[in-house]
């Protein structure tokens, strides 16, 4: 389990309706394939921190060289963030394939209220990297998070 997320993986190549090689992802309603998945079957699955690690018996994981054992970070993760004026700008590393929603909030107050402030989720380029640029960006601090859409 990752949050809400439950990844399963074995020996098969559909999860629901869709294609998914050795692995896949469950959130809660619908089966997705994780990247392009594994070129074999797979026999242990380990979560730790924002990165998901499979062994088994294949030697590609997600199209690379990969013999018995692989790694892919399942999360986003904030790169850097330059702030002018009432414009922020924050580069995230996110998982290529997936979309994400970036959220602002003011303080880490319990409760937490997260604003959304993506119109339309964003998908990371080829090496990861997606950037949002917050134009109404409030005075004082301010918190951002990428949310996978």
């Known amino acids: 389990m990752f949050g809400t997320e439950l990844y399963a993986a074995g020996s098969f190549s559909k999860?629901?309706?869709?294609?998914?090689?050795?692995i896949a992802k469950w959130d809660g309603s619908a089966w997705t394939a994780v990247g392009s998945g594994l070129n074999g079957d797979v026999a242990a699955l380990a979560v730790c921190g924002t990165d998901l690690f499979a062994g088994g018996r294949f030697t590609v994981a997600g199209g690379k060289i990969s013999a018995y054992a692989a790694k892919a970070r399942i999360s986003s993760i904030a790169n850097s963030i330059a702030a002018t004026g009432d414009t922020a700008a924050?580069?995230?590393?996110g998982v290529v394939g997936y979309q994400y929603d970036v959220q602002r909030c003011d303080n880490l107050l319990s409760p937490v209220t997260w604003t959304t402030l993506t119109i339309s989720p964003l998908s990371p380029a080829n090496d990861g990297s997606f950037t949002f640029v917050d134009t109404n960006a409030p005075p004082?601090?301010?918190?951002?998070?990428?949310a996978l859409h």
């Open 140 to 146: 004082g601090t301010s918190f951002y998070r990428s």
């Open 15 to 22: 999860a629901g309706s869709d294609s998914a090689s050795h």
């Open 90 to 93: 924050i580069s995230f590393s």
